[in-house]
């Protein structure tokens, strides 16, 4: 099965700089790729998400870049705020449709 | 519209004993999904559905965990009997439909704790 991992374990940064968290897939039909986020003690939601076809997507201060050759994928944070503060996510899917999260990144924003 | 909704939120058992999780998916979603979340990880998918069928079980304990969704709508799932390393917040998530991206969303998930 698929097999995501997640670097690093936690982050800490400066109110206004930038995150960077990064994922690796196994399985090279994996297809699509979303990052959730879960503050403590609440449900994930989708943050942002990328397709197999596409190298890049933004939102804000949300970026996301894939490199399917080398099966990696990584979630960029621009500007970082206090309520950036959580535990991101990624995940990855396969053909199989079943969605393989990584273990988690946890980001504190210190003002 | 309303979100996925999960009950109990929290539920304490000794070990070997049995509990049972029930999930009500956003109205119209065809796929609804189990997960399991131990304190400190990711998400894992125990089973999902496609309106009443099972699409994916291979990661479900079969011994001990059984999931059903009968009329295509609510789910149930089942752990007889309990184990210690069953402590862990179960989530329940729908989608719409089964394909690649098309978003899941969770519900607020039930916290188990086995003594």
């Known amino acids: 099965g698929e097999n995501v991992e997640q670097h690093p374990s936690t982050l800490s940064v400066q109110e206004g700089d930038s995150a960077v968290i990064k994922c690796t897939y196994s399985d090279s039909a994996s297809n699509y790729f979303p990052w959730y986020k879960q503050e403590l003690g609440k449900r994930p939601q989708l943050i942002i998400d990328?397709?197999?076809?596409?190298g890049e997507k933004k939102d804000q201060r949300i970026a996301v870049t894939l490199n399917k050759t080398a099966k990696h994928f990584s979630l960029h944070i621009t500007e970082t705020q206090p309520e950036d503060s959580a535990v991101y996510f990624c995940?990855?899917?396969?053909?199989?449709?079943?969605?393989?999260f990584g273990a988690g990144t946890t980001v504190t924003v210190r003002a | 519209e309303a979100g996925v909704a999960q009950s109990p939120r929290y539920k304490i058992i000794e070990k070997r004993q049995s509990v049972a999780f029930w999930c009500n998916p956003i109205s119209g979603h065809a796929t609804l999904y189990w997960y399991q979340q131990i304190l400190g990880q990711g998400p894992k998918l125990l089973i999902q559905f496609q309106n009443n069928g099972v699409v994916d079980d291979s990661q479900l304990p079969k011994d001990r965990f059984s999931a059903e969704r009968l009329k295509g709508v609510d789910s149930t799932l089942k752990i007889q009997p309990a184990k210690l390393e069953d402590s862990a917040v179960y989530l329940c998530a729908s989608s719409q439909q089964l394909e690649a991206g098309v978003e899941q969303y969770f519900g607020p998930g039930t916290r188990l704790t086995v003594t």
């Open positions: 990328i397709r197999s076809n596409v």
């Open positions: 995940a990855s899917r396969s053909n199989d449709y079943k969605l393989s």
